[in-house]
């Protein structure tokens, strides 16, 4: 099993990719930890875990409040003494286009986009010190690769955390830390029609047709694909890869 004993966080793990991740991250030999807002959802990821041989454990958490976030990463710590892979996967569409943003949906969009994975980082480093290293993943997005008209502000905080993720590789080397990104293109998880509905003048099925005929590999990506993908840079298999931003795209952005 590639993560054997290993603890795993995943931040935003009730469903889509993040839900998809943890079982993934079970059936090879992870603890992990579901770190999410929604208890009942996230209550129900770590039964099906369970179910199927694996060891889970939900935590409540708004990432947004750093005072219960510090609360909550302190406890994980004391029930585990380690973290050995943290995936800062946990985000949203937020608002379309630049004129009608309002300060609050911005603050809101940049929080947990860019500023939840920085700060879940930051309370996360004592525990994988002490573990000799590790891995931590961000999910970023082809939006933080590519400029996107539509979605201004996800694009901006995407493209903060790509940047983010360079940084932090360079910081915490001297740790035996490894950092890196994935990049999603359009997913298929519950959140996919925010994305392409943002706007009242939006289609969905236009949207979908118009955005699926520029992916050479003719599909959207799967939640499994960006499971597996997370998979390979929280084991050992990646362990002289730091620094990357991982497009998962079908092609898109080539």
């Not at 029609?193 to 599909?219: A, H, V």
Request: charged fraction near 20%.
């Amino acid at each position: 099993m590639r993560l054997e004993g290993k603890v795993a966080v995943i931040s935003g793990s009730a469903s889509g990719m993040g839900r998809a991740g943890a079982n993934l991250f079970a059936k090879e030999g992870a603890k992990v930890v579901i770190l999410d807002i929604n208890q009942e959802q996230g209550e129900i990821v770590v039964e099906e875990i369970k179910r199927n041989g694996g060891e889970a454990q939900f935590y409540k958490a708004d990432l947004l409040d750093l005072n219960a976030l510090k609360h909550v990463m302190n406890i994980i710590d004391e029930q585990y003494g380690r973290i050995d892979v943290l995936w800062n996967h946990v985000g949203t569409p937020g608002p379309s286009g630049v004129e009608n943003v309002e300060e609050k949906d911005y603050d809101f969009a940049m929080g947990l986009n860019l500023k939840s994975g920085f700060f879940t980082t930051k309370y996360a480093l004592q525990s994988m010190r002490k573990a000799g290293g590790g891995s931590i993943i961000f999910t970023s997005s082809v939006s933080g690769l590519m400029a996107s008209p539509y979605s201004v502000v996800y694009s901006a905080a995407k493209g903060g955390v790509v940047n983010l993720v360079r940084s932090l590789a360079v910081h915490l080397s001297k740790d035996k830390i490894r950092v890196n990104g994935i990049c999603p293109g359009i997913t298929e998880t519950p959140m996919m029609e925010q994305f392409l509905t943002r706007s009242e003048d939006d289609d969905l099925d236009k949207n979908m047709q118009y955005i699926l005929s520029r992916y050479p590999l003719g599909r959207f990506a799967r939640a499994d694909d960006i499971a597996n993908a997370a998979l390979f840079l929280a084991s050992e298999e990646s362990g002289f890869i730091s620094g990357v931003n991982l497009p998962v795209d079908g092609g898109y952005t080539a």
